[in-house]
Structure formats: C-alpha cells, structure tokens
C-alpha cells in the first residue's frame, strides 16, 4: 500500500505559477511511475504528467514547455512546477503512482487559474 498527500494548490492568477508538492508513503520501494493528473469541472480525469524510475518523463502537450515534474533523490516526493498558467489549467489535481501494475491517487489539491 502507498499513501499520496498533495500539498500547494491554490488560487493565481492567468500567467503565475504555482507549485504542487506531493509526499508518498507507505511501500514505496515498488514505485515505477509516479506522476500527476488533473480534472476540470465537467471533464474527465486527464494526464498531465508522470515520471519513470530512470526518469523519463511524458507531458500532456496542453503543458509542455510550461510544467516541470521532478522528484527527490528518495523518490518520494514528486513536485510539479507550473508556470504561465492559463485558466484552462483550472481543475483538481491529483498525484499518481503506480506500483507493480496497482494505481494508487492522492485525494487532490485544487488549482484555480483567474483574475
């Protein structure tokens, strides 16, 4: 079992930034991926972005060059910087790993993009 925590959401501006912390637990030695999706009011949950062990990452073209996932040398924690963010980033974010096929999701963080 993994357990997820986001931290950092919150309300910005179109154009700020905003970074999102996300702090697993729990057997995390199995971790292959770890990664972040999102859902907006309406839509369904989508990729945003997700992290190999070898680190290798994968980007929703929606966020490329505007998003950055990393983790920690004890990959486990995996932080997503967002930059240039635009309404249309506005959703429910939700950290993901994946450990020997299992998904496992945090409860999400909220990240509203307005003026």
């Known amino acids: 079992q993994v357990q997820l925590v986001e931290s950092g959401g919150g309300l910005v501006q179109p154009g700020g930034s905003l970074r999102l912390s996300c702090a697993a637990s729990?057997?995390?030695?199995?971790?292959?991926?770890m990664g972040w999706y999102r859902q907006a009011p309406g839509n369904q949950r989508e990729l945003v972005t997700v992290?190999?062990?070898?680190?290798?990452?994968n980007y929703a073209d929606s966020v490329k060059e505007r998003f950055t996932i990393s983790t920690n040398s004890a990959r486990n924690m995996v932080y997503l910087q967002m930059s240039s963010l635009k309404p249309e980033d506005t959703g429910v974010y939700y950290c993901?790993?994946?450990?020997?096929?299992?998904?496992?999701w945090g409860q999400g963080t909220q990240v509203t993009v307005s003026a």
């Open positions: 993901y790993c994946n450990v020997r096929g299992s998904a496992y």
């Open positions: 992290i190999t062990r070898g680190g290798i990452t």
């Open positions: 729990g057997s995390i030695f199995g971790i292959s991926v």
